[in-house]
C-alpha cells in the first residue's frame, strides 16, 4: 500500500536554528514528490517540488530514493516559518497522498 | 482573478439535512479534488474527477456524492447529513498533462452536523 510518513507532529526550534522535517513514502514507481505549507489562517499551498530542485524561502528537499526519504531542510528558520507543514506523494493518476503534517513553530 | 473558490466557508447543520458544498475555479483546470481532514489529522482523497463527466472515489469511502458537468463547477453533495459528516472539506485543482504540477486549493468548507 502507498504511505507516506512524517514523524514529527510538532518541530519547536528557536529562531536561526536549522530546522528538518521529515518524510519517509512507500511508493511503487517513482513518485513525484511535494511539500504544501499551511500558515495560520491561510490556505494550504504548495511550497516546492522535488522536480524543480529549487530553494523557495530558504527551504530545500532531498530526494533520498535509497532511502525513500523527501527531508525539508532550512538551515535558519525565522518565525514566518511556524506553519503546519505535508509531505505530498503524487503516484500514478495524478493523485496526492498526503503524510499526517508537522507543526513548526518557531520561537523568539 | 483566476483562482478557486470554495462556499460556504462554516456550516452548522441538522442530522438529516441535504446539503450541497460548492467548489468552483477560473483557472480552466482539467483536474479537481475533495479532500476530507479532521481536526490535527491528514488529509484524505474522497472524490476526483478527471474532466467533465469524469467522478471516481477517492482512497477514503464517503457518503458523499459529486457531479461535474462543467469544467470549472465540481460541488459536493451529502443526501443526509449525520454527525459523522463533521469535519473539513478541501477543494483542489490541478492542471492536466505533466506530472509535476502541484494542485491550488480552495479555502475549505468547515461542515459541523448537530
Known amino acids: 500500500a502507498q504511505r507516506v510518513t512524517q514523524p514529527e507532529k510538532l518541530l519547536s526550534v528557536f529562531k536561526g536554528a536549522p530546522v528538518e522535517l521529515k518524510c519517509n513514502y512507500s511508493?511503487?514507481?517513482?513518485?513525484?514528490l511535494f511539500w504544501y505549507v499551511q500558515y495560520s489562517r491561510q490556505r494550504l499551498q504548495l511550497l516546492l517540488r522535488h522536480i524543480s530542485r529549487e530553494s523557495i524561502k530558504g527551504f530545500t528537499a532531498d530526494l533520498n530514493k535509497g532511502e525513500t526519504s523527501f527531508h525539508l531542510k532550512k538551515p535558519f528558520a525565522q518565525e514566518e516559518d511556524s506553519a503546519m507543514y505535508y509531505c505530498a506523494p503524487k503516484a500514478a493518476g495524478n493523485k496526492l497522498t498526503f503524510g499526517g503534517g508537522t507543526r513548526v513553530l518557531v520561537k523568539p | 482573478e483566476a483562482d478557486i473558490y470554495q462556499t460556504p466557508r462554516y456550516l452548522v447543520i441538522g442530522t438529516g439535512k441535504k446539503i450541497t458544498l460548492e467548489c468552483s475555479q477560473t483557472m480552466g483546470h482539467d483536474k479537481m479534488y475533495w479532500y476530507q481532514q479532521d481536526p490535527g489529522m491528514e488529509l484524505h482523497l474522497i472524490h476526483y474527477s478527471y474532466g467533465v463527466n469524469s467522478t471516481e472515489k477517492g482512497d477514503l469511502s464517503s457518503e458523499s456524492t459529486v457531479s461535474r458537468i462543467r469544467t470549472e463547477h465540481f460541488p459536493l453533495t451529502l443526501e443526509s447529513a449525520r454527525p459523522s459528516h463533521t469535519s473539513q472539506y478541501l477543494c483542489a485543482s490541478s492542471e492536466g498533462g505533466g506530472q509535476n504540477y502541484g494542485y491550488t486549493f480552495g479555502s475549505g468548507t468547515r461542515l459541523t452536523v448537530v
Open positions: 511508493y511503487s514507481g517513482s513518485p513525484e
